[in-house]
């Protein structure tokens, strides 16, 4: 997508390359056609999100995963690195050193790809033609915040339920069962990851949150704000912790993690620090107090 040609064509699919990132995860192949820092193809997040400070101090950010495996990370880097981005890059580095590419080309994948892999347009749709000034129920919240890219779009579709839980999936003919695999106990839907789930309800408990039995995530804004929790920019910090919950879920389903409540409360104060970045500077002292919060609740 880089280069001399112009149009508004190409300047349409410029504009449209951060949400096709953000709605799909790779599965790497040769890693040719996969972008090092943009991407999600390790984990759940992109690189960019995941190392900011490295990222700050890098001068080639449009590499691709096969050209970083390849020539390192270190030649595309200015030559002092501040000492975050040193700790940020001795973890790339030990990622990097167990990193297997293969002859077969990258596989996008996404909760918006049908079967055959192709985007299914309405729901995409749906979500370029909403005016940036809706009032639409979850909207603001999902968009008018702080958070990554690929968090936003996560929120658009958890606030219309259209995440790839079971029941979702049972609905469409995919599972027989919607059973939730994390707990046993009732149908994975939206809410119940969010919500019902044992696992989310002692989350939400340990922050201080009271949720209520007929909380609904389409109504996720209007959750009350514990009065230790400052009241700006707390719909980022709503995200945050919707973000976590998916995270888990998935780490315990597709790669058998078993975090306990302690580690997942340790990776949102974690995300906490790495999103302080994404707030305004005179308000990132906000994300200290979440950190602070998410440490007390361990």
């Given at each position: ?246 995270k888990r879920r998935n780490g315990v389903i597709f790669r058998q993690e078993e975090a306990t409540k302690q580690e997942t ?34």
């Open positions: 997508m880089e280069g001399d040609i112009t149009g508004p064509h190409w300047e349409a699919l410029r504009d449209l390359l951060p949400l096709y990132q953000a709605i799909t995860t790779v599965q790497l192949g040769d890693g040719a056609a996969t972008s090092f820092w943009y991407d999600v193809w390790l984990g759940d997040d992109c690189f960019a999100d995941r190392f900011p400070a490295l990222l700050s101090h890098c001068t080639r950010q449009n590499q691709s995963v096969r050209t970083i495996a390849m020539q390192g990370i270190v030649s595309t880097l200015q030559p002092r690195l501040t000492p975050q981005a040193q700790t940020e890059l001795a973890t790339v580095q030990d990622l990097l050193s167990s990193l297997q590419l293969t002859a077969t080309p990258d596989r996008r994948h996404s909760h918006l790809m049908d079967g055959e892999g192709k985007l299914q347009t309405s729901a995409l749709y749906a979500l370029l033609q909403s005016p940036p000034n809706s009032q639409t129920e979850g909207h603001q919240l999902a968009w008018k915040n702080h958070a990554p890219p690929r968090v936003k779009f996560f929120a658009w579709l958890l606030t219309r339920k259209k995440i790839q839980c079971r029941s979702n999936l049972q609905k469409r003919g995919v599972l027989d069962d919607a059973t939730c695999e994390v707990c046993g106990n009732g149908d994975e839907n939206a809410n119940h990851i969010i919500f019902s789930c044992s696992f989310a309800s002692e989350f939400w408990s340990a922050i201080g949150f009271v949720v209520p039995a007929d909380a609904d995530v389409s109504h996720l804004d209007k959750l009350d704000r514990p009065a230790h929790i400052p009241s700006k920019h707390f719909s980022t910090l709503l995200l945050l912790c919707c973000w976590q919950l998916w409360l340790r990776l949102a104060r974690e995300d906490a620090r790495l999103w302080q970045g994404r707030l305004p500077r005179k308000d990132a002292c906000v994300a200290d107090s979440w950190g602070a919060i998410f440490s007390l609740a361990m």
